[in-house]
């Protein structure tokens, strides 16, 4: 189980310590710090959602999306009110999640071989 969900399991571990973390910097989560934990939650969420095919970039998709994840922690804090000392401790958590879903063991993805398994009864092979 632990292959196969490890990767959103290491973002959720990333997310939960992102709020810890944010909230024991200064006693107190204000809104962009909150704001920042939902983005970090949701990118737990899509890195869950998120399929990796098994070749080209798309092999990465779910590092990717951790990555965007951090990337919008980031332009949320720069964008709101500049980048407090509680947010780059979240900006630093959020792209060690993302470092964390690269290095976790995902779920083994099989290419499909198109016509390698027994014809459907029923179906003719139409060649004209």
């Known amino acids: 189980m632990v292959s196969k969900y490890g990767k959103f399991i290491a973002e959720v571990v990333f997310a939960a310590i ?10 107190v989560l204000d809104g962009s710090e909150w704001i920042n934990v939902v983005i970090v939650s949701l990118g737990a969420v899509a890195v869950l959602g998120a399929g990796n095919l098994p070749t080209g ?15 919008a922690v980031f332009l949320q804090s720069a964008i709101t ?48």
């Open 57 to 71: 970039v798309w092999a990465y998709t779910k590092t990717i999306v951790a990555a965007a994840t951090a990337g």
């Open 81 to 128: 009110d500049g980048v407090s000392s509680s947010e780059w401790l979240q900006l630093g958590l959020a792209v060690l999640g993302a470092l964390g879903v690269a290095a976790a063991p995902g779920p083994r993805v099989v290419q499909a071989v198109r016509g390698a398994g027994p014809q459907q009864p029923g179906v003719a092979d139409h060649a004209a």
């Open 18 to 27: 992102t709020a810890i973390v944010a909230g024991m910097a200064d006693d």
